[in-house]
């Protein structure tokens, strides 16, 4: 089973809105991350928190984590149509050296 | 500009033939991985190397071999592929150096199996 899940599956927002998305996990951790993939495209990466880190952010992108809950959500504030994308969590577990991913959400940016 | 860089994007095959796919990258990564992706679901490890050292996934099929030649290329050969193994194929690479940090990743390549 996927060591990440994600909810929701897809969200559909108007540009403008905020888009949150959660990721749950099962096992302790060394860092989580955020990747985005455009539809036929490669995963590029947006975040990394480590997991003695409870918030990051970088640009319109928001990154909690909650070691306590097992979860992570990711903010996207002031959406754009750019933003259309699916979002996967990936984890990497304490002493490993390799990315599980999240099942992702697919979002959707209407203009 | 470094990158990594998948050959070829698009790939079509027959079933039972073999395809290899290639990755190379300019970051002087130590470590390359290849992932497997079906139609909207998650990115699934294949196998990894950590420099020469080999790691396969414990349920990787037998049918999907690799090889890494030297530090900027890294090979996925599909033997028999079945319909079951059409998908996209993306390569990435990392320092891996204190534990996984950022995965840099290529477009992919897609393969079907016709």
């Known amino acids: 089973s996927q060591q990440g899940e994600e909810d929701p599956q897809a969200l559909s927002i108007q540009e403008g809105e905020n888009a949150t998305m959660n990721c749950s996990y099962k096992?302790?951790?060394?860092?989580l991350q955020w990747y985005r993939q455009n539809s036929g495209r490669g995963l590029v990466h947006l975040i990394l928190?480590?997991?003695?880190?409870r918030e990051k952010h970088s640009g319109r992108l928001r990154v909690t984590l909650d070691t306590s809950k097992k979860s992570s959500s990711l903010l996207i504030t002031a959406s754009r149509a750019a933003d259309t994308a699916s979002y996967f969590c990936?984890?990497?577990?304490?002493?490993?050296?390799?990315?599980?991913f999240g099942g992702g959400t697919r979002v959707l940016v209407k203009p | 500009d470094a990158m990594v860089i998948q050959n070829p994007r698009y790939q079509v095959t027959q079933f039972g033939k073999p395809v290899t796919l290639s990755c190379s990258q300019t970051?002087?990564?130590?470590?390359m991985y290849w992932y497997q992706q079906k139609s909207s679901q998650a990115p699934k490890l294949l196998f990894h190397?950590?420099?020469?050292?080999?790691?396969n996934e414990a349920d990787t099929p037998d049918n999907f071999q690799s090889r890494r030649p030297n530090t900027s290329f890294c090979f996925l050969d599909i033997r028999s592929p079945g319909l079951g193994d059409a998908a996209m194929y993306l390569c990435?690479?990392?320092?891996?150096?204190?534990?996984?940090?950022?995965?840099?990743f290529g477009e992919g390549s897609r393969l079907t199996v016709l």
């Open positions: 990435a690479t990392s320092r891996g150096s204190g534990g996984t940090g950022e995965l840099f």
């Open positions: 096992t302790s951790i060394n860092n």
């Open positions: 928190i480590r997991s003695n880190e």
């Open positions: 990936a984890t990497v577990i304490a002493a490993g050296n390799k990315l599980t």
């Open positions: 970051l002087n990564h130590n470590v």
């Open positions: 190397y950590y420099d020469k050292d080999f790691n």
